[in-house]
């Protein structure tokens, strides 16, 4: 039946070469931890792949309950947690793997750095890690301030007054972030709900793409 299927949209969309693609792929052998045990330093990117994915799926659970407005958001966030079925466990993967991804993509930019894997001709993928581990910050930072306490606001508080010291364009660049306004307010909360659900996120898709592209065409780069 499955093989039915599976025959009907292959005769009309040609879809072997697709998957054959990947699933034929041959795995250096340097690579390979079973071979060799320090290899297991080439996890490092594809175990902070892994942990983008639960923060996607569990970021998009929450967004069932977060209320981003100044009112509701802290106890949107007070219900999610204490009333909600696994609420918790969902917060918690979510909070939890925020700080563990950080600490995957270090691990993963200290492989690449340690190994020269960045040299010609990965340069361009260097750049573009560069620029996921800008967007990956800017999760943290917009995140942080959602739940809507005290450390919330305070920890924005700094962050924003660091942004602003940056020469000539740093006041543009918190009005940016935070909306017109003297205090963290309305604006500050709606922006970076919009920042952390929408912007970023899209612009980390569209760069991990490009990064996992690249890697194909490229083939990991040799043993030392
Ligand atoms: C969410 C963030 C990232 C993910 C999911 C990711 C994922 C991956 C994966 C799965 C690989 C294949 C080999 C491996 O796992 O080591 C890889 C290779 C690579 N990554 Fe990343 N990466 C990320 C961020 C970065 C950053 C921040 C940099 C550098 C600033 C970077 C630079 C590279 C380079 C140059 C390669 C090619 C390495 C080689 O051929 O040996 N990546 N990445």
Same mark, same amino acid.
């Given at each position: ?23 034929? $792929?041959?795995?250096?052998?340097h690579?390979?931890?079973? $071979?060799?045990f ?29 209320v ?25 993967? $979510?909070h ?5 991804v ?41 995140g942080y ?28 660049i ?9 205090v ?11 920042? $952390?659900v929408?912007?970023l996120?899209a612009a ?6 490009a ?14």
């Amino acid at each position: 039946m499955l093989q039915k299927m599976y025959d009907w949209v292959d005769e009309r969309l040609d879809i072997t070469p697709l998957w054959r693609d990947i699933a034929d $792929h041959e795995v250096p052998e340097h690579v390979n931890p079973a $071979h060799h045990f320090s290899a297991f330093v080439y996890c490092f990117g594809g175990l902070t792949f892994f942990i983008v994915v639960i923060q996607i799926l569990s970021g998009m659970f929450l967004t069932m309950y977060y209320v981003p407005d100044v009112i509701n958001a802290w106890e949107s966030v007070y219900y999610l947690q204490n009333e909600v079925a696994f609420g918790v466990i969902v917060r918690g993967m $979510h909070h939890w793997g925020a700080s563990l991804v950080i600490v995957m993509l270090f691990l993963h930019t200290l492989r690449v750095f340690f190994q020269g894997a960045y040299k010609k001709p990965r340069e361009l993928n260097w750049v573009v890690g560069v620029l996921i581990f800008f967007v990956m910050l800017g999760l943290g930072f917009t995140g942080y301030l959602l739940p809507w306490d005290m450390k919330a606001l305070f920890a924005t508080k700094v962050g924003l007054q660091i942004a602003e010291a940056v020469p000539f364009v740093g006041t543009a660049i918190k009005t940016l972030l935070a909306g017109d306004a003297t205090v963290i307010g309305a604006q500050t909360l709606a922006r970076f709900f919009a920042i $952390h659900v929408f912007f970023l996120p899209a612009a980390l898709l569209g760069l991990l793409a490009a990064h996992f592209i690249m890697i194909r065409k490229q083939g990991i780069s040799g043993p030392l």
